[in-house]
């Protein structure tokens, strides 16, 4: 019985061996999972690009192309005739414009001079934007029957205001002129400002008649018209 009696040389062996054991297993597995392990290429999905088709813009130019107008027959007797026998005046203008006019019964000046501005008419191509005119035609009333000058200088004083008619025949200097046989003014600004491109300035009696130029393009083509508006120019009786 001495022989089964356990000893602790024999748990000690017991022990190795089987701790021995473990490890083998152990390596053995280990070896077997490296064998049979195998790392796949990795792969990284690049997402296909979606082409758009490319809008092609035309481009705009800024540079607008100045008007153009229909010729005009520049010989007078094949123009229409404006006539305003109530102020007492006429001209005549190419057969292709329109005309805008106006009645001619304005407030009272209540005695100042320059105090009251009378739209006669306005004019232009019939080509022109609405409401919108190359040419006016505007008179002051002139009581006393003062020169242009002498006119100037009372409206200024009457209207406690130096733009009181829009009259300054220093700005540009102004030539002396005849229209309808009658001595007037005429002045050319050479850019169009402030307010006009040309202006003629006539003297009539008790009224100051101011006919002028106001578009800025084709100056060249609204001069030539503009003066021979003003050759056709005359006074007639009231």
């Given at each position: 019985m001495?022989?089964?009696?356990?000893?602790?040389?024999?748990i000690?062996?017991?022990?190795?061996?089987v701790l021995l054991g473990v490890g083998i297993t152990v390596t053995y597995l280990l070896e077997i999972g490296k064998k049979q392990h195998f790392s796949l290429p990795l792969v990284?999905?690049?997402p296909t690009p979606i082409l758009t088709p490319t809008e092609v813009v035309p481009s705009i130019s800024t540079n607008m192309p100045p008007p153009t107008f229909p010729p005009i027959d520049m010989s007078v007797s094949h123009w229409k005739t404006y006539q305003n026998d109530k102020i007492g005046i006429s001209f005549k203008y190419p057969n292709s414009w329109k005309v805008n006019t106006f009645a001619q019964d304005t407030p009272a000046h209540n005695g100042k001079v320059g105090d009251v501005q009378h739209s006669v008419v306005d004019l232009g191509p019939t080509n022109?934007?609405?409401?919108?005119?190359s040419m006016s035609l505007v008179y002051w009333d002139n009581p006393d029957n003062l020169p242009v000058r002498e006119f100037i200088q009372e409206a200024i004083k009457a209207t406690n205001y130096a733009g009181a008619t829009g009259i300054d025949l220093d700005n540009p200097p102004a030539q002396t002129i005849s229209i309808g046989g009658f001595p007037a003014y005429?002045?050319?600004?050479?850019e169009c400002e402030p307010e006009f491109c040309d202006k003629a300035v006539i003297p009539y009696k008790n009224m100051v008649f101011v006919f002028s130029l106001l578009e800025e393009s084709q100056k060249a083509f609204y001069r030539d018209v503009f003066d021979q508006i003003l050759s056709t120019f005359k006074f007639i009786t009231p």
């Open positions: 001495e022989f089964f009696r356990p000893t602790w040389e024999k000690l062996i017991v022990v190795i061996l990284i999905s690049t022109e934007p609405a409401n919108t005119y005429s002045q050319r600004h050479a």
